[in-house]
């Protein structure tokens, strides 16, 4: 699986939203890109994934670049209750394939 | 949807004793993955399950460590005997068996070796 590269942490104000990047540089083109979040303590939480298409759910948007060789997550209106550590993480297809946890970005909302 | 359960949600032991994780995934999963976290190690797959079968267990850290899915609705992380640094938050996790669904957590089993 492709190794991602996320800034350890980000601040956001709250109600504004939140942009985090990703970078995947050596993704191969069955790969996905799932993002995470784990608050404090709890289990964590699929946001949302995509292959090259822009998605977009009730949670957030997953911005795919082009080449897609990197990655937005976008929280449109952030609360205090999506400060978290977000995971970006490249997963091949198919349920055989591991889903490989990394460091994270640490995102703060700020009243 | 209960989601995926997870027992016991705290387990304090004394070094060189057994410990039994236990996790029940999401009806009509057939993917179950065990994950560590820790401060240290951060999140790490240990082992997953497809169809109750073992398919890759290169996470599980040493012969101390087992995992057993006897059925689709069940499963166990044994340790024996545990050690201080087996310390840490141990998740599981289960899919359904469509290509690229994702996984769904567990609130995880603190556990605390003295």
């Known amino acids: 699986d492709a190794k991602t590269t996320q800034p350890p942490s980000m601040d956001c104000a709250e109600g504004r939203a939140a942009n985090l990047p990703c970078n995947h540089s050596t993704i191969s083109g069955n790969e996905y890109v799932y993002w995470y979040r784990q608050i404090h303590s709890q289990g964590p939480q699929y946001i949302i994934h995509g292959l090259k298409n822009n998605e977009t759910n009730e949670m957030a948007s997953l911005i795919i670049t082009e080449d897609r060789k990197s990655s937005t997550l976008i929280l449109p209106h952030a609360t205090l209750r999506d400060t978290a550590v977000y995971y970006c993480i490249v997963r091949g297809p198919g349920n055989r394939s591991r889903l490989t946890f990394g460091e994270g970005t640490q995102l703060t909302v700020n009243p | 949807d209960a989601g995926v359960i997870q027992s016991p949600r705290h387990e304090v032991t004394e070094m060189g004793q057994e410990v039994t994780l236990r996790c029940k995934p999401i009806s009509g999963h057939n993917s179950l993955f065990w994950y560590r976290q820790t401060m240290m190690r951060g999140l790490e797959l240990l082992i997953y399950?497809?169809?109750?079968?073992?398919?890759?267990d290169s996470g599980m850290p040493e012969d101390r460590f087992s995992a057993k899915m006897p059925n689709a609705s069940f499963s166990t992380l044994k340790i024996q005997p545990s050690e201080p640094r087996d310390s840490a938050v141990y998740f599981c996790?289960?899919?359904?068996?469509?290509?690229?669904?994702?996984?769904?957590f567990g609130n995880g089993t603190r556990l605390t070796v003295t």
């Open positions: 399950f497809n169809n109750n079968v073992p398919i890759d």
């Open positions: 996790a289960s899919t359904v068996g469509r290509t690229n669904s994702p996984l769904h």
